[in-house]
């Protein structure tokens, strides 16, 4: 028996919506400009998931690597990301999107935090779609957490250092409720992963489009999982 399989739709799919920048720049406006009109595409590709039979969808929306930008965008952003979650709310509960963040909250504005904290809580009983939103998110950073948590359960006696493997680590991230992304998807041309989901997506797909995040539609986002279909996975065995 093999371990291969295709699967006609990934269950979990992952984005770096990617290209706001070049996209406004391209129009001759600010950044920020940009990343509004990424923000308006988020609603669409969310709807889109249910009749696309995608469960899970996790976005990257801030990494902990993006503070390094100027004051003025990363404050900009901040303000759009609090805008965002007060104007989404009542659609979200209502289309039966389950939210949740993950990422580093300390560094993050409380009134912020209070927003992410209220949109979690009025979602949990949800389960049509689950929105993952990654914010003040790194890879690295979230396995150091993660290491530290678990460090302080071997140091209390909890648990036997002996006995640690990769799933006990796994139960320390900030991602221990999801499965991993079957399909990740970075829009804007570069292919890299920018230190997003690093644990997770081990054995992920990946599809790399030239699409400026702003012009990345219903349309395309359902060609890229028609072509994820035709894709074998191996998970490291032999196809038989
Ligand atoms: C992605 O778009 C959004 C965030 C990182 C917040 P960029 O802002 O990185 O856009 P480009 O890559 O500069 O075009
Ligand atoms: C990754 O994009 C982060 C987000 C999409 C939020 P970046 O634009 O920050 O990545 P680099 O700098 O091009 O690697
Ligand atoms: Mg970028």
């Not at 070049?22 to 595409?41: E, N, T, V, Y």
């Not at 250092?161 to 970075?186: K, M, N, S, W």
């Not at 829009?187 to 995040?213: C, H, K, P």
């Amino acid at each position: 028996m093999g371990n291969s399989k295709s699967i006609a739709t990934p269950e979990h799919v992952a984005i770096i919506m990617d290209g706001n920048g070049r996209w406004a720049q391209a129009r001759g406006k600010p950044r920020l400009f940009g990343h509004h009109a990424g923000a308006r595409r988020v609603r669409e590709i969310v709807e889109a998931c249910p009749d696309l039979g995608v469960k899970y969808l996790t976005i990257f929306a801030f990494s902990t690597e993006n503070w390094k930008r100027t004051q003025t965008e990363v404050s900009g952003l901040m303000k759009l990301f609090k805008r965002y979650l007060m104007s989404e709310t009542k659609e979200l509960v209502e289309a039966g999107v389950r939210v949740r963040f993950i990422g580093d909250r300390i560094k993050l504005d409380e009134n912020l935090v209070a927003l992410m904290d209220e949109l979690e809580l009025l979602t949990c009983d949800n389960d049509t779609v689950h929105l993952t939103i990654a914010l003040n998110y790194g890879g690295r950073d979230e396995v150091a957490r993660a290491t530290k948590r678990l460090s302080r359960e071997v140091a209390a006696g909890r648990i036997d250092p002996e006995t640690v493997d990769a799933e006990t680590l796994a139960r320390f991230l900030d991602t221990y409720v999801l499965p991993d992304p079957d399909l990740v998807i970075r829009t804007s041309g570069e292919a890299r992963i920018s230190n997003f989901l690093l644990w997770q997506s081990a054995y992920s797909e990946y599809v790399f489009i030239d699409t400026l995040w702003p012009d990345f539609s219903r349309d395309e986002f359902a060609r890229v999982l028609s072509s994820f279909s035709t894709r074998e996975r191996r998970y490291g065995a032999v196809p038989g």
